[in-house]
Structures are given as C-alpha cells and as structure tokens.
C-alpha cells in the first residue's frame, strides 16, 4: 500500500506542476500527459538563439539563420479538462497528421511522451492513441474555451521586449476573479442540480460563491460544472445564497 501511495502522489505532484500556467510542460525523461487535441494549429518560422526560440525575420535571415517550424496547439488534458499550449517541432506536427488521418482528433485521447533529458537537444516526443472518447465526452472537450494563440504568442513577445514576465501579460493574475460572464454561466447551470451538487462544487475550489474561483480556473470550474450537469438529473433547485453578491 505504501508503495502505491509513493507512486499515486508521484503522479499527482507531476500533474500539478504540468498545469502551472498556460503551458504543458513536459520537463523531463519519460514525462507522459493524455490530452485531447482541440482547434487550428498555429504555425511559426523561428530560429534558435539565446537558449530560446525567436520569430525568423529579414534581420536574422540577413545574418545568416535559417528558419524551423515550430508548431503550436491547443489541448486538454484530458483528467481535468484544463487547456493548455503545447509547442513541438514539425517531425511532431508530422506524426500528428499521420494519427489525425489514420485515427481523427475529436474522438481520441492520446498519450504523449517526453524521451530525452531536460535541455537535451536530441529530444523527441512519441503520441499514442490512449483512449477512445464517449459521445459525450467529444462535446464536453469540443466547448472547451481555447486560447487565442497568435495573441498569445503576441503577448509573450510584447513581454519579451518589455522586459516583464509573459505570465504576466498572457495569464490571468493569481488574485484576478473568474469572468463574470463565465461565473453566471455556471451559476445559471448550478442552479437547476440539487444542492448536493453545488456543495460538491464549492467543496472542490474550496470557495462559497461562485464569483471567488480566481480566473485560472475558471475552465477547469467550468468542466466541472459540465460533469455535475450530467451527472445529476435537474428537476431539484437549489437555494441562491452560494450565487449573491
């Protein structure tokens, strides 16, 4: 039991730190996350300098670098339905196209794994189909909200230049609430499941109203809320007080 129990909150630790930010962060050797893979790629010309990838231009090709592609999507992973930002390089995108044709994207949840050391230039990730999505479960992951990536990467540069953190311009601040349009959203769907359901809620983000959940979780709230509405029947109302000002 003991061992179990090592392995068990191995994982969750790993999970955790994955799920810092806007990034999935397959930091290590052997690291695996299972995600779903959500909208449109968005592709970029970078180049390789300073330990970091910068946008190709007409300077850097007047200097002599030559361009690779780096590819960014969206993904869910697939045990909280976060979505996250991950970047790979087009020997990846490749193998991709080749899973997305063979097995489609909507329907799958697919392992990928991280094989090669932190910093290891001679890293590769290999993606595997893990599991085939229920019906329901496409049209969870496909209401997901994704994140606008060209903003996103427009964001990190406009940080980069300025010299500020790119968490701070492209995630929301620790303390910074959930939308207000996202919280009556759940309010609204909350409302019509017994109230059992709405402790299970508040339990979960360790909150007493809905307008307390900081905005870095308001989709994986959101999620949650999707999961108790099918979970529950909706013939049972519960009291406002959780959903006042």
């Known amino acids: 039991m003991a061992s179990n129990m090592w392995e068990q909150t191995a994982a969750m630790a790993k999970q ?8 999935l962060k397959l930091a290590n050797d052997g690291d695996i ?14 180049v390789f300098l300073d330990n970091k990838f ?15 592609l780096r590819v960014a999507l969206n993904v869910a992973v ?65 209401a997901l909200r994704l994140h606008d990536l060209p903003k996103l990467y427009a964001a990190e540069a406009a940080a980069a230049a300025s010299g500020t953190s790119p968490a701070a311009t492209s ?3 620790a303390g910074e609430p959930v939308d207000v349009k996202l919280a009556q959203g759940m ?3 909350l409302k019509a499941l017994p109230r059992e359901a709405v402790d299970r809620f508040l339990q979960k983000f360790g909150v007493q109203r809905i307008r307390d ?24 109302v519960v009291d406002v007080d959780p959903f006042g000002p």
């Not at 955790?16 to 990034?23: D, I, V």
């Not at 996350?33 to 970078?46: M, S, T």
């Not at 097995?103 to 392992?111: I, K, N």
């Open 16 to 23: 955790h730190e994955q799920q810092g930010g806007a990034w």
């Open 33 to 46: 996350a299972v995600v779903v893979f959500l909208g449109e790629p968005h592709p970029r010309e970078v």
């Open 213 to 236: 959940i900081p905005a870095s979780k308001g989709e994986l709230a959101r999620a949650f809320v999707d999961s108790l509405v099918a979970e529950y029947s909706a013939e049972s």
């Open 54 to 68: 910068v946008p190709f231009d007409e300077k850097l090709k007047a200097q002599g670098h030559k361009p690779s």
């Open 187 to 189: 309010a609204t769907a």
């Open 171 to 173: 995630s929301p601040k």
């Open 78 to 142: 697939y045990g909280t339905r976060e979505v996250k930002v991950m970047e790979q390089a087009s020997t990846f995108f490749t193998n991709l196209l080749q899973v997305r044709a063979k097995y489609g994207l909507e329907t799958w949840a697919f392992e990928v794994k991280r094989h090669g050391a932190a910093k290891d230039p001679k890293t590769t990730y290999s993606l595997l189909p893990e599991k085939q999505l229920s019906p329901a479960e496409v049209t969870d992951f496909q």
